[in-house]
C-alpha cells in the first residue's frame, strides 16, 4: 500500500490548472471568424451547398454553431475563403440565438455571454449531472467521460457524474434524439427533482446535426426540458464542456 501512495506522488498534479488558459492544439477547429462579407454569388453558393448540416447562411453571412460539426469542407475546399477556424475552443451559448455567428461577432463574444437565471447559489458547489445518450454515435459521449479523467478532472469543481437521475441536478442530453429514446429521455427528465436544467452537449443535441433530416428523431421533446445551456462542437472539447459548466453554475473564469 504504501508504494501506490509513494507512487500516486510521484505523479504530482496532472489536471490541467486553468480551464480557461489552456492551451490547444493549433489544428483544432473551433471558433470559425468570418473574414468578411462577400458579394459573389457564385462563391455563397459554393459555401451553402457545401455545408453537410446546412449551417451557413447569407444575408448576412453566417454560421449557426448549433448546426456546424466543425468539418472544415467551407474552409478547405473553397478557394478564397471568407471563414477562418481559428482553434478557440471556449465557444458555448446560454440560448439558441447566441450560436449564430456573423462578420460582427469577434472571439471575446463568448467570454461576454452570462446565463439568463442565475443558478449560482443553488449549484456552484456541487452539480449533479446525468447523461441521456439519444442516439449519437458515441463522440460526445467519449469526450464527456473524458471531461472527469485525471487531465480535465472536472469534478475539482464540483461537478460530477451520477447514476441515476434522481440525484441529478441537470440532463445532459448527446446525440439527435431519436425515436427509440424519446420515451428514455422524457421519463430521465420527470424523474429529477426540482430545480432542474437541461444542457445540450454537441451539434446533434442542440440541431440534429447530420442527422436533421431524419424522420426517424423526436426532437419536439425538446420543448418540455428547461434547457440553460448549449454547447457546439463534434465532439465537444472537454476543456469547452468544463468552460462552459462552470460559467453557468457561477464560477469565476480565472478560479481554481
Not at 51 to 75: H, M, Q, R, V, Y
Not at 144 to 156: E, G, I, Q, Y
Request: charged share 25%; proline share 5%; aromatic share 8%.
Amino acid at each position: 500500500m504504501s508504494s501506490l501512495f509513494k507512487s500516486r506522488l510521484k505523479h504530482g498534479y496532472q489536471a490541467i490548472k486553468s480551464v480557461e488558459q489552456a492551451k490547444i492544439n493549433e489544428r483544432y477547429r473551433g471558433f470559425p471568424k468570418i473574414l468578411t462579407d462577400i458579394t459573389s454569388e457564385e462563391l455563397m453558393r459554393k459555401l451553402v451547398s457545401i455545408c453537410p448540416t446546412e449551417a451557413i447562411n447569407n444575408n448576412p453571412l453566417s454560421i449557426d454553431l448549433g448546426k456546424c460539426i466543425f468539418c472544415g469542407a467551407c474552409e478547405d475546399f473553397i478557394e478564397d475563403s471568407p471563414i477562418k477556424f481559428t482553434n478557440n475552443h471556449k465557444i458555448f451559448a446560454f440560448n439558441r440565438e447566441q450560436l449564430i455567428v456573423t462578420s460582427e461577432i469577434d472571439q471575446d463574444y463568448f467570454k461576454r455571454l452570462k446565463p439568463n437565471i442565475e443558478i449560482e447559489k443553488l449549484f456552484k458547489r456541487s452539480f449533479k449531472i446525468r447523461n441521456v445518450s439519444a442516439g449519437g454515435c458515441n463522440g460526445c459521449e467519449l469526450e464527456l467521460s473524458a471531461s472527469f479523467n485525471v487531465n480535465f478532472d472536472a469534478a475539482r469543481f464540483g461537478i460530477d457524474i451520477v447514476a441515476s437521475p434522481r440525484h441529478a441536478d441537470a440532463m445532459v442530453i448527446t446525440g439527435p434524439i431519436t425515436k427509440n429514446m424519446q420515451i428514455a429521455t422524457l421519463r430521465t427528465w420527470e424523474a429529477m427533482a426540482e430545480p432542474k436544467v437541461c444542457i445540450l452537449f454537441g451539434s446533434c443535441a442542440i440541431s440534429g446535426g447530420i442527422f436533421h433530416q431524419s424522420n426517424e428523431l423526436a426532437r419536439e421533446i425538446l420543448s418540455n426540458f428547461n434547457t440553460l445551456l448549449y454547447i457546439p462542437g463534434c465532439p465537444v472539447h472537454p476543456l469547452t464542456f468544463i468552460a462552459a459548466v462552470k460559467r453557468l453554475i457561477g464560477w469565476g473564469d480565472d478560479e481554481p
